[in-house]
């Protein structure tokens, strides 16, 4: 079992920067392929980027290419995803999630487990 706590959402203005983290109890969580997606409401779950396990594979959805960079400290136990030039339309409840020894996809089903989520709200 992997208990996920996602932090660092918040309210900014349109153009504004967070950096969300997602840190993990499990001290294996090395071996862990993370994903981060995000719920709006109203709206279903939607992928937001993905890790491989190593950090050498990324993936972004296209909306937040060049906007948003998904990162992890292994060390640490924490995956980051630093979010620039957020945009009203970036709000949304944020969730990261994590899939053992698999490869990071977009499919929210592939993912064993789910942190909470963290509140982001961008102001226009």
């Known amino acids: 079992q992997v208990h996920l706590v996602e932090s660092g959402g918040g309210l900014v203005q349109a153009g504004g920067s967070l950096r969300l983290s997602c840190a993990a109890s499990e001290r294996t969580f090395s071996s862990y392929a993370v994903g981060w997606f995000r719920q709006a409401p109203g709206k279903e779950r939607e992928f937001v980027a993905a890790?491989?396990?190593?950090?050498?594979?990324?993936y972004h959805r296209d909306s937040v290419k060049g906007r948003f960079a998904i990162s992890r400290d292994n060390a640490k136990n924490t995956v980051y995803l630093q979010m620039n030039s957020l945009k009203p339309e970036d709000t949304a409840v944020y969730y990261c999630?994590?899939?053992?020894?698999?490869?990071?996809?977009?499919?929210?089903?592939?993912?064993?487990?789910w942190g909470q989520g963290t509140q982001v709200t961008v102001s226009s």
């Open positions: 999630a994590s899939r053992f020894r698999g490869y990071p996809t977009a499919t929210p089903a592939e993912y064993d487990y």
């Open positions: 890790i491989s396990w190593s950090g050498g594979s990324t």
